[in-house]
């Protein structure tokens, strides 16, 4: 009687109860790299059109700062009206180096060649960019109305990113709007409250003397009501955030060289 050839390795895998620990093993294995690539589709599929709502979320928040978003306008068209810049912070001076349309400020401030390390770092950003996107808005009859400059600095929990408004002039505020942060909700994050942000429009930054003088805090600084904004009740932390961001990226490690310039009319 000739010899059973010995079964192979599925045959045997096969045989074994269906709660074996091999199969039960296996089973959660496949399943794990089934969701897996799921997963790994979906995200490389959608990648597009999460870069496309990242752009469009950005041109809503300009717009929003400036002013000029209403519920049901087409964001694309409104936001034509502005003209995106690279701006040199350390000449203050537009540079053509770069497609502003494509310049990404936050890789820049990543890129050794492009950015510096701060030594005073009151924002608490570690490194800042030598170069950012700014967005020229011309009212209709093309004379400068708005620069959009945008600004970042870290609160109590999370850095926040965002954007202020200034007036022709270099020294008016039109409004203040952080499009991204993680503060805590009911008390830091009430940065988005449409109140609070209401608060910035008519604020100066500058006083007579040239110093710069717009202060977040309870009371109102020597430089008067024009250069005040309201802390945040509860949120000590994220309003010292806010107006040490504030006060660095307006002063002369930020945008004091380009705002001089707006000032005496050479924008």
């Known amino acids: 009687m000739s010899e059973q050839a010995p079964k192979g390795f599925f045959a045997r895998f096969k045989e074994l109860p269906v709660d074996s620990t091999p199969k039960t093993i296996f089973v959660a294995v496949t399943l794990c790299l089934f969701c897996s690539m799921i997963v790994s589709v979906a995200a490389v599929s959608l990648r597009p059109v999460q870069e496309a709502n990242k752009v469009r979320d950005k041109q809503v928040n300009i717009l929003q700062v ?22 040199e912070l350390a000449s203050g001076d537009f540079s053509a180096d770069f497609d502003a349309t494509t310049f990404d400020d936050r890789a820049a ?46 609160g109590l929990w ?7 408004a200034v007036e022709e002039n270099g020294n008016d505020i039109y ?7 993680a503060e805590t909700p009911g008390l830091g994050a009430e940065v988005d409250n449409p109140r609070w ?18 202060t977040v805090d309870k009371t109102a600084p020597a430089a008067g009501a024009d250069f005040h ?13 806010v107006d040490n961001l504030v006060k660095f ?11 001089a310039k707006l000032k005496e009319g050479a924008v």
């Open 197 to 214: 942000k209401s608060l910035w429009n008519g604020k100066r930054l500058h006083d007579d003397t040239g110093t710069l003088a717009i």
């Open 66 to 87: 400036a002013g000029l978003y209403e519920d049901g306008v087409d964001v694309a068209e409104a936001f034509a009206a502005f003209e995106p810049r690279v701006l």
């Open 175 to 181: 409004g203040l709007q952080f499009y991204s942060h």
């Open 109 to 154: 401030a990543d890129d050794p060649e492009l950015s510096r390390e701060l030594v005073e770092d009151p924002a608490s950003i570690g490194r800042q960019a030598n170069f950012v996107t700014v967005y020229l808005l011309n009212d209709d009859a093309g004379n400068l109305d708005k620069v959009i400059l945008p600004l970042h600095g870290y």
């Open 249 to 259: 990226w307006m002063g002369e490690e930020g945008y004091a060289t380009f705002l």
């Open 158 to 164: 999370s850095t926040l990113y965002g954007f202020i």
């Open 229 to 241: 904004i309201d802390a945040l009740a509860g949120a000590t932390l994220t309003s010292r955030g």
